[in-house]
């Protein structure tokens, strides 16, 4: 499908990311919708040293694997170590699409406020709306396609 908004989850490319990465932290075993803040957190080393390499490959790749991992750090409540949350800033600031559009780099600026003031103490919700919710806003607005990234 592509992309349907310039959120952080708005495409496949996010989604298929959060799939991988929930796998990597669950073992595979993902029995809920999420993971827990101490899975995530028992990850944090593994994230450290790389471990994003073997599902994203290129620096967009990267980019938003990092700002996948950000977001369901953060919506889990989980410790984030120092580390860590200067690995995913370094990747999430290399976004190739906020230098061509001002809502996406809103977007990426909004989620690096939302990194740097986390403090692993209360979860965050980083809003992203869903294919369906766009659509739906797409047409009762008149409009016809959604995003061509």
């Known amino acids: 499908?592509?992309?349907?908004?310039k959120d952080i989850?708005?495409?496949?490319?996010?989604?298929?990311?959060?799939?991988?990465?929930?796998?990597?932290?669950?073992?595979?075993?993902?029995?809920?919708r999420d993971v827990t803040a101490e899975q995530f957190?028992?990850?944090d080393e593994l994230f450290v040293n790389g471990k994003i390499d073997s599902i994203a490959q290129t620096k967009d790749e990267k980019s938003i694997a990092y700002q996948v991992l950000a977001?369901?750090?953060?919506?889990?409540?989980?410790?984030?170590?120092?580390k860590l949350k200067t690995l995913m800033a370094s990747?999430?600031?290399?976004?190739?699409?906020?230098?061509?559009?001002?809502?996406?780099?809103?977007?990426i600026g909004n989620l690096m406020d939302a990194l740097y003031k986390y403090d692993g103490t209360t979860p965050v919700k980083i809003n992203s709306q869903g294919l369906l919710e766009v659509y739906?806003?797409?047409?009762?607005?008149?409009?016809?396609?959604?995003i061509n990234k």
């Open 91 to 107: 990747h999430i600031r290399q976004d190739e699409w906020k230098n061509e559009d001002n809502d996406r780099r809103v977007v």
């Open 9 to 32: 989850l708005g495409g496949d490319t996010p989604l298929d990311y959060q799939e991988d990465i929930l796998n990597i932290i669950s073992g595979g075993y993902l029995t809920e």
């Open 41 to 43: 957190e028992n990850m």
């Open 136 to 146: 739906a806003e797409h047409k009762a607005n008149g409009k016809t396609g959604l």
């Open 1 to 5: 499908m592509g992309w349907w908004s």
């Open 71 to 82: 977001v369901i750090g953060m919506r889990v409540g989980a410790k984030i170590s120092i």
